[in-house]
């Protein structure tokens, strides 16, 4: 079988086995509507200033935010995650001693990874249509939002596999991947709005990858008078590229001991 | 040289400053069943994970099939399989698509169904990992180790956990597969696999190698004698046994010539008349010359 046959087949087999395990795959997709319903409700209806004189409807606020949520539950928390739990079943060092390039290996696993978060993205877009009378972005704007949401999704995918170096084993992998992206979900934007927020807590979060792709999602899902920034779009990669380089220098074929 | 597909000099491995191994030579030629032996800590998953790519030795030279392992060429791993301790598959792919997977990784695969059929797991073909018993997940290492036709088979410990019937049909499948020319490495505790399966056995203790050869060989090198028991007569004991130690009331005496010694008891026991109880006549197994061999790392688990 060529690379690329490798290469889809590791997608339709990482596929196979994510829907054959129905509990993962169901709060993978109900996380980020549920959160959806749970916002909305709680603080919808109304206007959100997001900038200086800047409002825009509170319901489709969320129904961007919780899009980029998704891709980053998707992609950085269940890469994280399961990718440790391999490793400690020994599947990766099986995977290691069999001809099958590392590369490709890895590749699959963040290939479907990002091809769930796009499906994700399609289903909560499609949901605040149907619910919260979100716009679709159409042209440039759709454009720009599918650039955003293929390299956050790499970019993240690339910061999952880094983070399982410092995921002692797979049991303590779930707190270890909350404690990092909670806060940081917190100081971006995801779950509340930052207009208002104190100033070190806005200087920390432009320090993260999280708070840019949030705002790249939310301006050109949304459109004017939100600004879509590529700056934005370049820190993801440029924190993605840093993610692949930790993942590369310290990447863990076997258990931890 | 060149029927040679393992050729080990001089290998160590260091970690900090524990020698898991100090300095071993090997050369296993093609076709051979090579079991090495050793209790846990001696330094045999070392050696074997070096010989697998999975360790970078310290000092020494390897090559495995031509190739230095430490490389990790792709070539290399088309043309091996490994059984490991502790590895897993995915629990939620069936034993079929399990075995099909690893299969597409080789050039030249074996068929399928055929491996699952070999190794006796015909009717989980369509079971889902997560279902199998311990031993039979065992049994679907062995079946991707063989997936990709290997010329060269790494097993570590492969009966581990299987009852006895499960490791009989593995010993079958194992020897088979040495009729069909392949090169087997062995590790394993059980000592009547090893005389079973390998030509020629290592035994491993404290990172070196203190006995090799093949079994029976080894058997006569390190305790070549037959050993007699009987239960102690009444009376005097014919001159032939009278040196024998006294294990309780048993008489157990070692000896060079089993025939003569055996004819003289014999024959003294049916001039008096005496049946001579609990007569046994036993040859040592490798498992006695493995314990004389590691007394005193036994138990270092």
């Known amino acids: 079988m060529s690379d690329a046959g490798l290469l889809a087949q590791q997608v339709r087999t990482t596929n196979k086995a994510f829907w054959r395990n129905p509990a993962s795959a169901f709060f993978t997709f109900a996380f980020p509507l549920m959160f959806l319903v749970i916002f909305t409700a709680l603080l919808g209806g109304g206007n959100v200033e997001v900038a200086p004189g800047v409002m825009i409807q509170q319901d489709s606020y969320y129904v961007a935010a919780m899009a980029a949520f998704a891709v980053i539950t998707a992609t950085y928390t269940n890469l994280a995650i399961s990718v440790s739990f391999t490793r400690d079943a020994g599947i990766l060092k099986r995977t290691r001693g069999s001809p099958l390039p590392a590369g490709i290996y890895l590749g699959g696993r963040v ?124 820190v993801v990669a440029a924190w993605g590229v840093v993610g692949l380089a930790l993942a590369i220098r310290f990447f863990s074929w076997e258990p931890r001991k | 040289m060149t029927d040679e597909v393992i050729t080990v000099t001089g290998l160590r491995k260091t970690y900090g400053d524990l020698e898991a191994v100090a300095g071993i030579d090997l050369a296993i030629r093609s076709g051979e069943v090579f079991a090495l032996l050793g209790p846990n800590g001696a330094g045999k998953t070392t050696t074997v994970e070096i010989l697998e790519g999975y360790r970078v030795r310290t000092a020494g030279e390897v090559s495995v099939l031509g190739f230095d392992p430490a490389d990790r060429s792709r070539e290399l791993r088309r043309r091996v399989g490994i059984v490991l301790q502790s590895t897993g598959v995915d629990p939620y792919l069936t034993v079929r698509e399990t075995v099909a997977l690893y299969a597409s990784y080789y050039p030249s695969p074996r068929n399928v169904d055929e ?133 309780g009331a048993e008489i157990e005496i070692a000896v060079d010539e089993p025939t003569r010694t055996l004819h003289e008891l014999t024959s003294w026991a049916v001039e008096r008349g005496i049946e001579l109880e609990g007569l046994q006549v036993t040859r040592p197994t490798l498992e006695d010359v493995y314990l004389e061999l590691t007394r005193g790392e036994a138990g270092a688990e």
């Open chain 1, 111 to 234: 290939a479907h990874a990002v091809l769930i978060s796009i499906l994700l993205v399609l289903i909560t877009a499609a949901f605040g249509v149907a619910f919260y009378q979100a716009n679709v972005p159409t042209g440039v704007l759709l454009w720009e939002y599918f650039v955003t949401v293929v390299v956050g999704a790499m970019a993240f995918s690339a910061l999952g596999l880094a983070t399982t170096a410092v995921v002692p084993n797979a049991d303590a992998a779930p707190a270890v991947v909350n404690a990092i992206i909670l806060p940081l979900l917190f100081l971006s934007g995801i779950f509340f709005p930052l207009e208002g927020a104190p100033q070190w807590m806005i200087v920390l979060g432009d320090i993260f990858p999280v708070k840019h792709f949030a705002e790249a999602m939310l301006g050109s899902f949304y459109g004017p008078p939100l600004q879509f920034e590529w700056v934005d779009v370049l």
């Open chain 2, 115 to 247: 491996v699952v059929d070999l190794v006796g797991l015909s009717e989980k073909r369509d079971a889902r990992v997560i279902k199998l018993s311990g031993g039979q997940q065992r049994r679907l290492d062995v079946a991707i180790a063989l997936a990709g036709d290997p010329e060269l088979l790494f097993l570590d410990e492969p009966t581990t956990g299987f009852d006895p019937g499960a490791r009989r049909h593995a010993w079958d499948v194992i020897g088979n597969l040495a009729e069909l020319g392949k090169t087997i490495f062995l590790t394993t505790h059980y000592m009547d696999e090893a005389q079973n399966l390998a030509n020629r056995v290592a035994v491993i203790t404290k990172g070196e190698i203190v006995a090799e050869g093949p079994p029976s060989t080894l058997v006569e090198q390190h305790l070549g004698r037959t050993v007699i028991r009987f239960r102690r007569p009444p009376g005097d004991l014919p001159p032939s046994v009278r040196d024998g130690s006294t294990v």
